[in-house]
DNA sequence: ATCGTCCCATACGTCAGCGTATCGCGGCGC
DNA sequence: GCGCCGCGATACGCTGACGTATGGGACGAT
C-alpha cells in the first residue's frame, strides 16, 4: 500500500536504510520507530526484534556513516597525488552522498557522539589531504592551512547542495584549481 | 529555581531568545514550548499569550536571524572593497554568531521556510562578495567562482566552530590572502 | 508431521509535548 | 477604590512515540 517494495522480510540493513533517508528528510528526529515501521510497511515489532531500542539504531546508522566516508578515501595503489586531488573533485561532484553527510553534520550539532565521530573524521581529511600537498611540495604550515580549507569548503558545500542549491560545478574545481597553481615548490606563505 | 534570572516579566523576545539558545544547543526539536517554560520559570500560559502556536515561535526566530544576518553585511559608506575583506574575516574570527547560523543551517536541510531563507541569505553574500571582487578587478565569471568559494567556505568555517572543532585563525585568512594575490586583472580561469 | 527458530503483529501502559479554557493576580488609569 | 487589562498559573484532553509482553505464522531441519 505504501511505497515500500515487497520484500517480505527485513533484516537490520533495511532499518538502517531507513533511518537513513529519514534522516536526510526529516532530521534526527524524524528516525522515529513508528514513523519509520509504517513507511516500510511493518510494525515495530520489527524494529524490537533486530534492535534493542532507537539509540540503537541511531548509533548503527553513524556507524553506517562513518564505514562509508572513510572508504571513500580509500586510496587505490598507484596513483599520483594529482590523480587524487582530481577524485576530490569528482567525488564531491556526485552528491550522491552530499544529503547524507549534511544530514550527519546537521545532527552533530545536538549529539556529542555524533560531533565526536565528525570531528575525527574531518581530522582524519585535513591529514590525507595535507600529504597529497606534501608530494606536490608545499611548505609546512601553509600546507596545513590550505589542506583545512579544502575540507572547510567541502562541508560547506555538501551543506548548500543537500539544500537544494544549484551547485556550480565549478566551486570546488576553482579551489583545486587555486590550490595547483599556487602550492608549488618554491612558493610560501607571507609576500 | 532555576538558572534564569529574577525578570518577573516577559515579551516575545524573551521567548525568541530562549528559542534561539535552545535551537544552538538541541536542534529544532529542542524548541519545546513547555522545556522552554521551565527553563524560564514560568509555565506554558505565558507563552500562548505571546504566540499563537509553536510554529510561530519557531518563524519568529528565524526572522530574528534573517535580521542579524543582513545587518552585519550593512555597508558602512567610506570603506575599501580591501577594507571590507578584512572585515569579513573578523567578522568570521568572532564566532558569536557561528552558532547560531550552523544551527540554522541545520534546521534548513528539515524544513523548506527556513532553507529558502539561507539560500537567499547566501545568494545575497555570493553577491556581495563578487562586487567586492568587481573593485578589485577580477573578471566575470571567475569573480563569481570566487565569491561562491568565500560564501561555502564560511558556511563550513561556521558549521565545524560549533561542532567545537579549534578552527585556527588562518583558514579564511588564507583563502582572503589567496584571493587578494589571485585575483588580480588579467587573470583569466583557464591554464 | 512436528518442532524450533526467526520474524512480525497486536495490545498495552507510560510519558512528553501541544493546544485550549478558565481562573487569578498585580498594577494602572481615573 | 474600582474596574480593567496585561500577563501568567492551573487543569484538562489529545496525540504521537517509546518500550514491553505475548502470541502467531512461515519455513527449514530432522
Same mark, same amino acid.
Given at each position: !500500500?505504501?511505497?515500500?517494495a515487497e520484500?517480505?522480510?527485513?533484516?537490520?540493513?533495511?532499518?538502517?536504510?531507513?533511518?537513513?533517508?529519514?534522516?536526510?528528510?526529516?532530521?534526527?528526529?524524524?528516525?522515529?520507530?513508528?514513523?519509520?515501521?509504517?513507511?516500510?510497511?511493518?510494525?515495530?515489532?520489527?524494529?524490537?526484534?533486530?534492535?534493542?531500542?532507537?539509540?540503537?539504531?541511531?548509533?548503527?546508522?553513524?556507524?553506517?556513516?562513518?564505514?562509508?566516508?572513510?572508504?571513500?578515501?580509500?586510496q587505490s595503489?598507484?596513483?599520483?597525488?594529482?590523480?587524487?586531488?582530481?577524485?576530490?573533485?569528482?567525488?564531491?561532484?556526485?552528491?550522491?552522498?552530499?544529503?547524507?553527510?549534511?544530514?550527519?553534520?546537521?545532527?552533530?550539532?545536538?549529539?556529542?557522539?555524533?560531533?565526536?565521530?565528525?570531528?575525527?573524521?574531518?581530522?582524519?581529511?585535513?591529514?590525507?589531504?595535507?600529504?597529497?600537498?606534501?608530494?606536490?611540495?608545499?611548505?609546512?604550515?601553509?600546507?596545513?592551512?590550505?589542506?583545512?580549507? !579544502?575540507?572547510?569548503?567541502?562541508?560547506?558545500?555538501?551543506?548548500?547542495?543537500?539544500?537544494?542549491?544549484?551547485?556550480?560545478?565549478?566551486?570546488?574545481?576553482?579551489?583545486?584549481?587555486?590550490?595547483?597553481?599556487?602550492?608549488?615548490?618554491?612558493?610560501?606563505?607571507?609576500?
Amino acid at each position: !500500500m505504501s511505497a515500500a517494495a515487497e520484500k517480505k522480510r527485513l533484516g537490520p540493513e533495511d532499518w538502517v536504510a531507513a533511518a537513513r533517508t529519514a534522516l536526510i528528510e526529516g532530521g534526527p528526529s524524524a528516525v522515529a520507530v513508528e514513523p519509520l515501521a509504517k513507511r516500510m510497511g511493518v510494525t515495530k515489532g520489527s524494529f524490537y526484534w533486530h534492535f534493542k531500542d532507537r539509540p540503537a539504531l541511531l548509533s548503527a546508522l553513524l556507524s553506517e556513516w562513518e564505514r562509508r566516508t572513510t572508504e571513500m578515501f580509500a586510496q587505490s595503489p598507484g596513483e599520483t597525488a594529482l590523480d587524487r586531488f582530481a577524485k576530490l573533485g569528482d567525488l564531491q561532484a556526485s552528491g550522491a552522498e552530499s544529503a547524507f553527510e549534511a544530514a550527519i553534520r546537521g545532527w552533530a550539532l545536538s549529539d556529542d557522539q555524533v560531533s565526536e565521530v565528525v570531528r575525527a573524521t574531518d581530522a582524519r581529511r585535513a591529514q590525507y589531504i595535507e600529504g597529497l600537498f606534501h608530494e606536490i611540495g608545499a611548505t609546512g604550515e601553509y600546507a596545513t592551512a590550505l589542506a583545512r580549507l !579544502m575540507v572547510v569548503a567541502a562541508a560547506g558545500e555538501m551543506q548548500m547542495a543537500a539544500l537544494g542549491e544549484p551547485t556550480p560545478p565549478s566551486t570546488i574545481a576553482t579551489l583545486v584549481r587555486l590550490m595547483a597553481r599556487f602550492a608549488k615548490p618554491g612558493l610560501s606563505p607571507q609576500r
